[in-house]
């Protein structure tokens, strides 16, 4: 279950982790039955359910929706992939709705198919006066299995040509797979670094699984854009307001 959870957590705390399960596990099958055995068997089981409690702990921070804070803006920019450019013209896209719902201007740079190396040029129309970044890519990279050390090559440049003083960036986590764990340790360390709120995993993971949520098991459909809007409006709302002279349209749940 720890495994299929794929926490992006560093490899010197799974290590860590694995050590004490294995010690866990050689005092608890031992054949000898005495009190060192007993002594023994308590102090790795109290030290593997204190490192299961606090990995618990710090993991569940980082599923958390943030409360973002910064500069309140009038407009959003989204760099992302088909999840937020959309497949043609039958489903509209998230962004689009998302500026339906709420009246604020919604700048969409995403493209199909698009990953993180193709970042840099989208970030390259961001003006100044941008100062409401929200960044969905990263997907095709891990799909396609590209090397992690690619993924941070891109991610790294896209942040450093974004960051800028007063400018609010916001990051979907990818939804991870056990072999792409160093997906998700890139992103939390580069968010870091910049300055990213980090919108969690399970957030993405959710409307992609939701029933009707997809049409081809990845790509947003009509139910799936709503529930991206909705997403994003929550989480964006301490930060993304409609200028005071804009007319908001009605929206319905």
């Not at 720890?2 to 490899?11: E, K, R, S, T």
């Not at 943030?66 to 039958?90: E, F, M, N, T, Y």
């Not at 100044?128 to 590209?146: C, R, S, V």
């Not at 870091?192 to 081809?216: F, Q």
């Amino acid at each position: 279950m720890i495994v299929m959870a794929c926490p992006p957590f560093n490899y010197i705390i799974d290590a860590v982790f694995g050590v004490a399960f294995v010690l866990w596990l050689i005092a608890w099958n031992r054949a000898a039955q005495t009190r060192a055995r007993a002594r023994l068997q308590i102090s790795a089981t109290s030290v593997l359910v204190l490192l299961l409690l606090t990995l618990l702990v710090v993991e569940l921070f980082h599923r958390r929706i943030p409360v973002i804070r910064g500069r309140v803006s009038d407009h959003l920019v989204v760099i992302g992939d088909s999840i937020s450019s959309g497949l043609g013209s039958r489903v509209r896209p998230w962004p689009a709705l998302l500026q339906q719902m709420t009246g604020v201007e919604v700048k969409n740079l995403s493209k199909p198919g698009a990953s993180m190396a193709d970042g840099l040029t989208m970030a390259e129309r961001v003006g100044p006066e941008d100062d409401l970044i929200l960044i969905e890519l990263g997907g095709n990279d891990l799909i396609a299995g590209e090397p992690s050390t690619t993924f941070a090559q891109g991610l790294q440049e896209v942040l450093a040509k974004l960051v800028a003083p007063g400018r609010t960036m916001v990051m979907f986590e990818l939804p991870l797979l056990p072999d792409r764990i160093a997906y998700g340790q890139i992103q939390r360390r580069l968010a870091a670094k910049y300055g990213v709120w980090l919108i969690p995993k399970r957030c993405l993971a959710g409307i992609i699984m939701h029933r009707d949520a997809t049409s081809d098991g990845l790509h947003l459909s009509d139910a799936g854009s709503r529930r991206m809007a909705l997403l994003v409006a929550q989480v964006l709302s301490p930060v993304l307001q409609a200028h005071p002279g804009a007319t908001t349209p009605a929206t319905h749940p």
